[in-house]
């Protein structure tokens, strides 16, 4: 079954840095998007970063400066580094994965594959 594990949450105290890995594991055929979403308590879901299989970003426009993306693409893994958090990081975090991947005898193309999330507490 083809599916994201998260990883990393936890607390952490203000102007500490975390990182958050994220594995793809199943039967892929390809991955094309990797990213991060937070779910900060009281708002929608909202889009932290982005990065293609080349390399290129795509940061939302409040946590550009502090977040930053990576992906292993042998090993089927992102990351997501967030340096001097902030209490108001405190959320639930979840990779996401744009993919097609192959049950047997049928592909499932351009998929939207979501983790369970992982939870940040941004506290002293």
């Known amino acids: 079954q083809v599916q994201l594990v998260e990883s990393g949450g936890g607390l952490v105290q203000p102007g500490g840095s975390l990182r958050l890995p994220c594995a793809v594991s199943g039967i892929i055929y390809i991955i094309y998007d990797l990213g991060w979403y937070r779910q900060i308590p009281g708002n929608q879901r909202e889009l932290v970063v982005t990065i293609t299989p080349e390399g290129a970003t795509n940061y939302g426009e409040s946590v550009k400066a502090r977040f930053t993306i990576s992906r292993d693409n042998a090993n089927k893994t992102v990351a997501l580094q967030i340096h001097s958090v902030k209490p108001e990081d405190t959320a639930v975090y979840f990779c996401?994965?744009?993919?097609?991947?192959?049950?047997?005898?049928?592909?499932?193309?351009?998929?939207?594959?979501w983790g369970q999330g992982t939870q940040v507490i941004v506290s002293s």
């Open positions: 996401h994965a744009d993919l097609t991947y192959y049950t047997g005898n049928h592909y499932y193309r351009d998929q939207d594959l």
